[in-house]
């Protein structure tokens, strides 16, 4: 194996500069949830172009396997999502998206171009392995429902069946170079809230005539916080936050409606339904008790992301055998969600941290912001590790 890793690590710097090049174009031409026609065009060729048989599924995703000996033996998926994000990016950068509004903030680029990296790694060492690879690329991984449903939906863990997958995603807060692992529960689940806030708009010199609906609807952002506070356990991780309020009225005018946009998020599926009926209830009731009323539409989105223990416990451990113990890291529950838990939830997975800070070189912006931006020296990471990681675990199947 440790001529294996010598190879794999050889492929990756060798390539290094090409992947470059592949994630400088995915980020220069970024698409949006569902719409990553050009995206899936671009890494279908790739995949071409390396021996390999691409095949559509869920109208934007791309699918293609690497055969090992014995393929039929085991088969280990690896996913990368490529869609962007409706952001208006502020990077001065030769590579700067050139579609106004969208933009690759939060690393599927990466996740696009590493891939591509490891399955022509794979294709190349495929005589040291057994079973097979299955390489997703995924769409819609921002928007509700989530492109992995989609995928699932159109069996991309059947024929053959999938027994483990693994993904990765940038992580701004690790140094380039450095990866973070966690078992078990890792991620949380995450529900869209949208409630309108029904009252009786007028002149906002006679609020004795109107129902203030941005009055009921302040209230409700302060009431909403006893969901968490005072209903949540304490040991259980739970967010409720409101980033959108809408009232269309004016310095004199009172609205009729007001609109809350917001989420929810825990690591319980329990809690997280009976969290919901809350809300809904909370909401309704301050409302009428204010004499308007509300209309509480919850999306349910993804489910908490948990990775395997023996699994992870594997990956960590040949991670560290390829990169060295001193880069790889342990790491805290992260709120934020990934529609990757989909597949944990069916399969055995492992969800991995991949470093892309530098602030040498001034990298350093967190992921979903205009300045995000990779240090591009942790593709070769990426994709050599990935590789790594999907060899080592087929070897164990013997």
């Not at 409700?220 to 739970?238: E, F, G, K």
């Not at 990956?315 to 560290?320: D, F, I, R, V």
């Amino acid at each position: 194996m440790t001529v294996l890793k010598e190879t794999i690590k050889e492929q990756a710097a060798e390539q290094a500069g090409e992947l470059v090049g592949f994630r400088r174009h995915l980020h220069a031409h970024p698409e949006l949830s569902f719409q990553e026609v050009k995206t899936a065009s671009f890494v279908a060729e790739k995949l071409r172009s390396y021996g390999l048989e691409p095949i559509k599924m869920a109208d934007t995703g791309v699918v293609a396997y690497v055969h090992g000996q014995n393929p039929g033996k085991k088969t280990l998926a690896l996913r990368a999502d490529m869609d962007a994000l409706p952001i208006e990016e502020s990077n001065e950068v030769p590579y700067k998206s050139t579609n106004p509004g969208v933009m690759h903030a939060c690393g599927h680029d990466v996740h696009t171009s590493s891939l591509l990296g490891t399955a022509n790694i794979l294709n190349k060492v495929k005589g040291s392995f057994e079973g097979t690879v299955k390489l997703i690329f995924q769409p819609g991984e921002e928007k509700i429902p989530g492109g992995a449903t989609l995928m699932i939906k159109d069996g991309v863990l059947q024929n053959p069946e999938v027994h483990q997958i693994i993904g990765q995603h940038v992580m701004p807060l690790i140094d380039s170079g450095k990866v973070g692992f966690r078992q078990g529960i890792y991620m949380a689940s995450s529900d869209e809230i949208y409630i309108t806030v029904k009252g009786k708009g007028g002149h906002g010199a006679m609020p004795n005539l109107n129902i203030d609906p941005v009055l009921i609807a302040s209230h409700l952002v302060v009431a909403l916080q006893q969901v968490v506070s005072r209903n949540a356990d304490p040991t259980m991780p739970s967010v409720l936050s409101f980033g959108r309020i809408m009232a269309e009225g004016a310095t004199n005018v009172i609205p009729n409606t007001v609109k809350l946009e917001g989420t929810f998020r825990t690591m319980d599926e329990k809690w997280r339904d009976q969290a919901k009926q809350l809300i809904r209830k909370i909401a309704n009731g301050t409302a009428e008790a204010m004499g308007g009323s509300c209309e509480v539409n919850i999306l349910h989105g993804y489910p908490y992301l948990e990775n395997h223990p023996e699994l992870t416990n594997r990956t960590k451990m040949q991670a560290e055998a390829y990169l060295g113990k001193e880069n790889v890291l342990d790491v805290d529950i992260w709120m934020a969600a990934e529609d990757f838990a989909f597949y944990s939830q069916k399969v055995d997975a492992c969800f991995y941290r991949l470093g892309v800070r530098n602030e040498t070189k001034g990298i350093c912006s967190p992921v979903h912001t205009t300045t995000f931006d990779i240090d591009e020296d942790a593709l070769e990471v990426g994709s050599g590790l990935m590789a790594w990681l999907a060899v080592s675990e087929l070897k164990l199947s013997r």
